[in-house]
């Protein structure tokens, strides 16, 4: 079994595997959030779409989403904070790492879920100042995670 596009150190059929395939929803906003991160991985853009809030599904669609992420290869994810705000309002910071073309980005945001019709979904998120380019060496630690160095795993991967 493949550990978790989600970076979680878990198996994919125990992380987000079962979210992904709505054998199961997830129970707070940290399982979802790393789900779409999952579902972004796997190009899974109908689960993406599935889990925005009401308000903001009917402004996307598929083609949408998907041209969005054409040239990103998702990389790694790391979840820095989690906060249950109240019982239907969550948020969580997180950075994920990407390449685009060679270049490695991170996109660093603290995400608001509410929980609408007894699911979580993703409705708003505030990109920190500190997103964009970042300098990765070479012999750095991989950040997906794979105890590989960088320059032996996803440096050269572009989807
Ligand atoms: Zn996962
Ligand atoms: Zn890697």
Request: charged share 20%.
């Amino acid at each position: 079994m493949q550990n978790c596009f989600c970076c979680s150190g878990e198996k994919i059929e125990l992380c987000c595997g079962p979210f992904l395939n709505g054998k199961r929803t997830p129970q707070n906003a940290e399982q979802l959030m790393r789900s779409r991160f999952s579902a972004y991985c796997t190009k899974n853009y109908q689960y993406i779409l599935e889990t925005y809030g009401n308000e903001q599904r009917i402004k996307l669609n598929i083609e949408g989403l998907s041209s969005a992420a054409e040239n990103t290869h998702w990389i790694g994810l790391k979840v820095l904070n989690f906060t249950a705000i109240s019982d239907n309002f969550a948020q969580v910071e997180f950075i994920a790492f990407y390449n685009e073309a060679g270049t490695v980005y991170q996109m660093h945001e603290i995400s608001d879920f509410e929980l609408q019709d007894s699911q979580w979904k993703y409705t708003t998120g505030q990109m920190q100042s500190d997103s964009g380019k970042i300098k990765l060496s070479r012999n750095a630690p991989c950040p997906c995670t794979s105890g590989k160095k960088f320059k032996q795993c996803c440096l050269n991967k572009v989807s």
